[in-house]
């Protein structure tokens, strides 16, 4: 698969992701959570140009929910990771698209159309920002970065909030851009130390995931277990060096 020809299908997004009338169109599906004309726009444009390109690949994406993946192979597609962001035109907000296959995560991309900036990574062959090779911060103690943090779970906010206070204290600054794949892609070129989310389903993180280990990170569950791209979980993502570190304030 020529990671190349996908990212050149994703970018394409980039009309439907500006596009302020559609962008207004929006519908609730659940507390503080949303879709937009956009959304369903990208998820459907790629799905069918994915499909064109590789048929024998099933598809998992944010607008048809979980569900069973039973093929080798399957397509994980966050259409807008930052609905809330785009509807409000506050430009963080990217389309996460990677590839699982055989239960690994073998290909991902996170492209911001707003700043023109797509991050991908192949196993075993790097990450990349715009061609050009990235690695998470060298950082070794959480005193000396800045940490990106999601608020998913509002039902679990007095519980999130005092994780976060913890964490607060014990590194430079605290971040919240509200795009999980974004706040991934940050970690792995090293603009942040690490970040974390109480719960995140596969298409918040799966590309994400790859850049993070590609750059040389680390990325978990808060119990430092490995994450399984099929279900979602919590998410801690670091430069690997105060991966443990973190993981003790969670």
Not at 150 to 157: D, H, M, N, P, S
Not at 171 to 185: M, N, P, T
Not at 223 to 245: F, Q, R, W
């Amino acid at each position: 698969m020529d990671i190349q020809k996908i990212i050149s299908l994703v970018t394409k997004t980039q009309e439907f992701i500006k596009n302020r009338e559609m962008a207004a169109h929006v519908k609730e599906k659940g507390l503080a959570d949303y879709v937009t004309q956009v959304d369903i726009a990208v998820q459907d444009f790629l799905k069918k140009e994915l499909f064109a390109l590789a048929p024998d690949i099933q598809f998992l994406g944010e607008e048809t929910g979980l569900q069973e993946m039973k093929a080798e192979s399957f397509w994980i597609l966050d259409p807008v990771d930052g609905t809330t962001n785009l509807m409000h035109d506050y430009q963080h907000s990217v389309v996460s698209l990677a590839l699982c296959r055989q239960g690994e995560i073998v290909m991902g991309i996170v492209y911001d159309p707003f700043h023109e900036e797509v991050f991908s990574a192949v196993k075993g062959k790097g990450s990349f920002l715009n061609g050009q090779p990235i690695h998470v911060s060298n950082a070794e103690k959480l005193s000396d970065t800045m940490i990106g943090l999601g608020t998913a779970k509002r039902e679990l906010a007095d519980e999130n909030f005092a994780r976060f206070r913890r964490v607060f204290g014990q590194c430079q600054d605290v971040r919240r851009i509200g795009s999980a794949a974004l706040e991934l892609a940050y970690t792995a070129c090293g603009r942040q130390g690490g970040y974390f989310e109480i719960y995140l389903n596969p298409w918040d993180y799966a590309a994400g995931m790859l850049l993070i280990q590609e750059a040389g990170g680390k990325i978990t569950d808060f119990t430092g277990k490995p994450l399984d791209p099929k279900k979602g979980s919590s998410v801690a993502g670091t430069n690997g060096y105060i991966h443990t570190e973190l993981l003790n304030l969670l």
